[in-house]
């Protein structure tokens, strides 16, 4: 045996003939058998890594021929360098030379093999030092273990990580990233560059009448026409929804506004057919330039203001551009989050609400509570105004716990006073996709016994859209714990139906695009049947939103919607006044 080993040592040069491989079939190599050595389905080689030799390859086994696409002729006797990828040789050599001195017994690395004719492969290399007679340190044995398909599917994954699966466009992840370098640049060697937010315009009215499809296909070619358009030096990002991000990394105000000018025209020039949807397009931009930047400015700054102008775009029109400015609308807009986690902190909301009447009785039925916002100089501000801004920065989460709270402590009030309530909860599409959100209701329904009857929460037809799966989830759980579910809006959306068929919806509250013209509208009439009968079909109740007039109530009663709200049935008015009788 001590022979045997000598043979594959350092100071003896082993006898590669056919012949003496067969014999040592029986043999052992370092204490391996031999055969275990030929046959294995990984790499191995045995490689002299002491100083003297440089690093040489004593032998290898057929599957590390195969690996490689070489000889053993071509391996046996040559430097590690024809194995190892010469980006990967410096770790190899270097852990190879603490193996030489004693300082390790062993390492692993993650390297790539040179392969004849091919690209590399990545492999795991596992090497473990072999000892002569005498105890002492002889070659190194190496374990080299294919991982070429765990590395394209790491490389796969960290694609899909930074990028938008329906565009190909780096995603949000991937480009605050990028901005956040941009930045860091910026402020180590100075310059500047800019930001574009753009949202396509009344893209709802595309997904809710022509369906997801259609929507899918608009956002591609908006995709499509920017990453055509923009710089091989700038980056464009779909950022979520209907959003893309443009980063320009150097240049000017007047460069950006160049260039939104540009996208704008290369929107509207895009041809409605080949979108499908059967419409021209427009987008709405945001604007932040930024220049050497201050430790201070961050990415979600940057973000914030473009977003906020974009927003301002919309305002102003649409298809057109805003640039992000110190002026007092922008800094009022900025103090929005602010504003509303200080309500949130200091219990600062208001809540108004506005009846849902029976029409068969004329009694009031429930309560729609509306959430207002005190403002500085004692006027109320309209969620149309803050909302927008609760939604980017999460907050709205929050508002919706807060109404949902008040809203049970209301119901429990009443019962204390013999009134029973019924009270209606806007929830937005977050709190929709919240899964802990029921949890938090149901605490509440057992902390103050109430009825959970009394509690509707209605949720907007786009809010289900978005969140499908999540929504089912959501109706199925509220219908668990015993409360009500409404779907706002019905009719608006292009899929409304389908949406009933899986949500169990206790009411169906009709779009007042189907009421407001409804004593001289046909039309609205023939569509309002058609949505009362499917409704008393499948057992719900309707609700019909801005019944304006008697003759519009009349026309409803008449029609069998069995509730309906709006200014000439009762306006909103505060909860400590409209339910404290």
Known sequence: MQRERGRVGVASEPDYSLAARQQDRTSELGGW??????????????????????????????????????????LEGSDVGAIVHPDDLEPVRAAMAQLAAGELTGFRLEERLVRAGQHPVWVILNA???????????????QLVDIEERKRFEGELGYLADHDPLTGLLNRRGFMRELNDRLAQARRYGGGGAMLFLDIDDFKHVNDTLGHSAGDQAIVGVANALEQRVRATDVCARLGGDEFGVLLPTGTLAEAESVSTCLL????????????????????????????????????????????????????????????????????????????????????????????????????????????????????????????????????LEIDRWVLRQAIGLIAAGRERGRELTLTVNVSGQSVADPSLPGFIEAQLDETGIDPVGLVLEVTETATIANMNHAVKF???????????????????????????????????????????????????????????????????????????????????ERGVDFAQGYHLGRPMPVSLALSC
């Not at 919806?505 to 001289?520: A, C, M, S, W």
Request: charged content about 25%.
């Open 33 to 74: 058998p031999l055969s275990a050595f030929e046959d294995a389905a990984i790499g191995i080689a045995l490689v002299d890594h002491t100083p003297a030799s440089g690093g040489r390859v004593l032998r290898v086994n057929p599957a590390l021929c195969e690996l490689t696409g070489r000889s053993r002729h071509q």
């Open 128 to 142: 473990s030092v072999a000892s002569d007679g005498q105890g002492r340190p002889a070659y190194s044995i190496w």
């Open 265 to 396: 025209q290369v929107v509207r020039d895009l041809d409605p057919l080949m979108l499908a949807c059967g419409r021209r397009l427009t987008v709405s931009i945001g604007v932040s330039v930024f220049v050497e930047p201050s430790t201070e400015l961050s990415a979600d700054d940057v973000l914030i203001d473009s977003d906020l102008a974009m927003y301002a775009a919309k305002e102003a029109g649409k298809d057109r551009y805003k640039v992000a400015a110190d002026g007092a609308p922008q800094r009022t807009r900025m103090t929005w989050t602010d504003r509303v986690r200080r309500a949130l902190a200091q219990d600062g909301f208001e809540l108004h609400c506005q009846p849902i009447v029976e029409l068969t009785s004329g009694a009031i039925a429930q309560w729609e509570l509306l959430l207002r916002l005190p403002g500085d100089n004692g006027e109320l501000i309209q969620p149309a105004q803050f909302l927008y801004t609760a939604e980017r920065s999460g907050a709205i």
């Open 475 to 557: 109706a199925a759980k509220l219908d668990e714990l015993g409360c009500q579910l409404s779907l706002d809006d019905f009719g608006a959306g292009f899929r409304s139906f389908y949406y009933l068929k899986y949500i169990s919806f206790d009411f169906v509250k009709i779009d007042g695009e189907f009421i407001r013209q409804l004593p001289r509208s046909p039309t609205d009439r023939l569509i309002l049947d058609s949505i009362v009968q499917m409704s008393k079909g499948l057992g719900k109740r309707t609700i019909a939103e801005f019944a304006g007039d008697d003759a519009t109530v009349e026309i409803l009663r």
